[in-house]
């Protein structure tokens, strides 16, 4: 196992330095480009390196705005067009400066309630949305995915598998019924579905198209969107099954403290903390699964139907009056967004909440197969071990056969 | 393991049905993003 250990720990320490040498690129100052060959506009040069990620120094564009008061003499020629081109009007709309052109607004008042005419005539939040989904969503979501199967990789290689402690009892109790392993495999196949499909949305550009090419990947992208947004509905279902079968049993008790208090037995040998149906561990999941699975599902059904189910200025609103931007120097959220705000936003809360979701369930995944065993059976068959049953649930072994899961500890 | 692959069936079976549905309720993409000028096929 030692040799084993440290040269997956090199692996990991690898990986890490390779991460941290790749962002140094990010790191590099804009060079100075020589323009005289445009007359100032930009360069081959600027545009190879936008188009490899490289930092540009857009000041000769965002800068290159005109002067109103440069505006030429009634009398001279072409007086009438003022002293900012065309040009210069739109950069000034691109990089947000136009209010330097003079106090320029619109009748119809924009989402903001101002008037402001960069708001009404250009959507500006799109290109933060594009920047904030290709940069820091795709790479700390790689990075919380990558890491939670390190973590799993490193308990297993220290824990091992967690073995039934007694001797197997050969004899079976039914641990699910029929019906709840549905919900759960409904679930369960359908957030597979899901996650994969959504991963190839985001990370398919980066990972799929240089391995498979243009032309494999874009029918594959295709089929993923359908498949993504149609089995989103056998979610959906399966999370309401799943929240009546076992909201009852979910609700925290006096014993999932003791269970916490040793870390439900996870880093040691014969611990094993008292459980009803479900020990502290699984409730956390539990609740976990509820509140991203209907975060990710309302935010689903918004960009399932674009435009018709906005939520975010509400949410902004509720937020609002709670105080909780304020609390956080954030100050007040804005109450009224563009479509398509509403849509990037809802796209990003997607997502970030899929990165949660899908770590919570690698975890999860982990402990119900390979890491412990007869856990799988309770979902397989639906029958577990008498002795699996009373080491993990003791008290609801005794709940469900009038029997004592311990001699030395009887039931209470 | 019948009820889970029962499940994964269910899956299939239910995707189809609510991308069927949707159609026939005006909820193509297609329908949705244009107006009645536009001829789709």
Redesign the interface.
């Given at each position: 196992m030692t040799r084993l250990t440290v040269k997956l720990l090199g692996m990991i320490v690898a990986l890490v330095l390779s991460i941290g040498v790749g962002q140094g690129a990010w790191a590099q100052e804009a060079p100075a480009v020589d323009r005289t060959s445009t007359g100032g506009a930009q360069t081959l040069e600027d545009i190879l390196r936008r188009q490899d990620g490289l930092k540009v120094d857009n000041s000769f564009r965002s800068d290159n705005i005109g002067d109103p008061a440069n505006v030429a003499g009634e009398n001279g020629s072409l007086g009438t067009l003022g002293g900012v081109s065309d040009s210069e009007l739109w950069r000034a709309y691109r990089y947000g400066e136009l209010e330097k052109l003079g106090d320029l607004r619109v009748s119809a008042k924009g989402p903001d309630g101002t008037g402001d005419v960069t708001q009404v005539v250009v959507q500006d939040t799109g290109m933060a949305w594009l920047e904030f989904r290709k940069g820091p969503m795709k790479d700390y979501g790689g990075y919380l995915l990558l890491g939670t199967v390190g973590v799993l990789l490193l308990f297993f290689l220290f824990r091992g598998r967690i073995r039934i402690d007694g001797e197997k009892s050969g004899r079976t109790i039914e641990r699910f019924p029929?019906i709840e392993?549905?919900?759960?495999?409904?679930l369960a196949?359908?957030f597979m579905?899901l996650a994969v499909t959504g991963l190839v949305q985001l990370f398919g550009r980066f990972f799929l198209i240089p391995l498979i090419g243009h032309e494999a990947f874009a029918p594959a992208a295709i089929a993923g969107k359908?498949?993504h947004?149609?089995?989103s509905?056998?979610f959906m279902?399966?999370l309401v099954m799943v929240i009546v079968f076992w909201i009852a049993h979910n609700i925290p008790n006096k014993h999932d403290l003791k269970w916490f208090a040793v870390a439900g037995g996870l880093f040691s040998k014969n611990v094993h903390p008292p459980a009803k149906k479900f020990n502290a561990g699984q409730k956390v999941i539990f609740w976990g699964v509820v509140v991203l699975g209907l975060s990710i599902s309302v935010s689903g059904l918004s960009l399932l139907?674009?435009f018709e189910l906005p939520m975010f200025a509400a949410t902004f609103a509720h937020l609002n009056d709670l105080g909780l931007p304020q609390l956080l120097g954030l100050g007040e959220l804005p109450t009224t967004l563009q479509p398509h705000t509403e849509m990037q936003l809802a796209q990003a809360w997607h997502t970030i909440i899929a990165f949660v979701f899908m770590a919570m369930i690698i975890g999860h995944i982990y402990i119900g197969s390979v890491g412990m065993e007869g856990a799988f059976d309770a979902?397989?068959?639906?029958q577990v071990d008498e002795q699996w049953a009373k080491e993990h649930h003791g008290l609801w072994y005794e709940e469900v056969t009038g029997k004592p899961a311990h001699d030395h500890h009887p039931a209470e | 393991m019948k009820t889970m692959f029962l499940a994964f069936l269910a899956i299939i079976v239910i995707a189809i049905g609510a991308d069927q549905a949707l159609h026939r309720a005006g909820f193509s993409i297609e329908e949705v993003t244009s107006a009645p000028s536009v001829r789709l096929d």
């Amino acid at each position: 196992m030692t040799r084993l250990t440290v040269k997956l720990l090199g692996m990991i320490v690898a990986l890490v330095l390779s991460i941290g040498v790749g962002q140094g690129a990010w790191a590099q100052e804009a060079p100075a480009v020589d323009r005289t060959s445009t007359g100032g506009a930009q360069t081959l040069e600027d545009i190879l390196r936008r188009q490899d990620g490289l930092k540009v120094d857009n000041s000769f564009r965002s800068d290159n705005i005109g002067d109103p008061a440069n505006v030429a003499g009634e009398n001279g020629s072409l007086g009438t067009l003022g002293g900012v081109s065309d040009s210069e009007l739109w950069r000034a709309y691109r990089y947000g400066e136009l209010e330097k052109l003079g106090d320029l607004r619109v009748s119809a008042k924009g989402p903001d309630g101002t008037g402001d005419v960069t708001q009404v005539v250009v959507q500006d939040t799109g290109m933060a949305w594009l920047e904030f989904r290709k940069g820091p969503m795709k790479d700390y979501g790689g990075y919380l995915l990558l890491g939670t199967v390190g973590v799993l990789l490193l308990f297993f290689l220290f824990r091992g598998r967690i073995r039934i402690d007694g001797e197997k009892s050969g004899r079976t109790i039914e641990r699910f019924p029929s019906i709840e392993r549905f919900a759960h495999w409904l679930l369960a196949g359908s957030f597979m579905l899901l996650a994969v499909t959504g991963l190839v949305q985001l990370f398919g550009r980066f990972f799929l198209i240089p391995l498979i090419g243009h032309e494999a990947f874009a029918p594959a992208a295709i089929a993923g969107k359908w498949v993504h947004n149609n089995v989103s509905w056998a979610f959906m279902l399966g999370l309401v099954m799943v929240i009546v079968f076992w909201i009852a049993h979910n609700i925290p008790n006096k014993h999932d403290l003791k269970w916490f208090a040793v870390a439900g037995g996870l880093f040691s040998k014969n611990v094993h903390p008292p459980a009803k149906k479900f020990n502290a561990g699984q409730k956390v999941i539990f609740w976990g699964v509820v509140v991203l699975g209907l975060s990710i599902s309302v935010s689903g059904l918004s960009l399932l139907f674009p435009f018709e189910l906005p939520m975010f200025a509400a949410t902004f609103a509720h937020l609002n009056d709670l105080g909780l931007p304020q609390l956080l120097g954030l100050g007040e959220l804005p109450t009224t967004l563009q479509p398509h705000t509403e849509m990037q936003l809802a796209q990003a809360w997607h997502t970030i909440i899929a990165f949660v979701f899908m770590a919570m369930i690698i975890g999860h995944i982990y402990i119900g197969s390979v890491g412990m065993e007869g856990a799988f059976d309770a979902m397989g068959s639906g029958q577990v071990d008498e002795q699996w049953a009373k080491e993990h649930h003791g008290l609801w072994y005794e709940e469900v056969t009038g029997k004592p899961a311990h001699d030395h500890h009887p039931a209470e | 393991m019948k009820t889970m692959f029962l499940a994964f069936l269910a899956i299939i079976v239910i995707a189809i049905g609510a991308d069927q549905a949707l159609h026939r309720a005006g909820f193509s993409i297609e329908e949705v993003t244009s107006a009645p000028s536009v001829r789709l096929d």
